[in-house]
């Protein structure tokens, strides 16, 4: 049984960075696909970042296009979101997510992830 591990969240300023680690325990997730979701208060749970190792392929939310980056490290097991430029609009407890049997059709789909870490929280003041 894979177990997710969020860190790196915590309190920065309007145009701050931030970079979220996810780590895997339990197996290999060499070929999952692995994403960041996030929810703020009073939300629903929204995507953000996903990556699948097989075909290379990464997707992005539009609200967070060209500010956030998701990579992975296999050999870690370890993914990361490197969050620049970040805005008080983007404060929101971030979820890891895996699933091996993500297609690049359903990357984006929270319901599609059956394994999730417990999130860790950004807050961005103005």
């Known amino acids: 049984q894979v177990r997710l591990l969020e860190s790196g969240g915590g309190l920065v300023q309007d145009g701050g960075s931030l970079r979220l680690t996810c780590t895997a325990s339990g197996r290999t997730f060499s070929n999952w696909a692995m994403a960041w979701f996030r929810q703020a208060s009073g939300k629903e749970r929204e995507f953000v970042a996903a990556?699948?190792?097989?075909?290379?392929?990464?997707t992005y939310a539009d609200s967070v296009k060209g500010r956030f980056t998701i990579s992975r490290v296999n050999a870690n097991n370890t993914v990361y979101l490197q969050m620049n430029s970040l805005k008080p609009e983007d404060t929101a407890v971030y979820y890891c997510?895996?699933?091996?049997?993500?297609?690049?059709?359903?990357?984006?789909?929270?319901?599609?992830?059956?394994?999730w870490g417990q999130g860790t929280q950004v807050t961005v003041s103005s």
């Open positions: 997510a895996g699933d091996p049997a993500v297609t690049a059709s359903t990357m984006t789909t929270a319901i599609m992830y059956r394994t």
């Open positions: 990556n699948r190792w097989v075909g290379r392929s990464s």
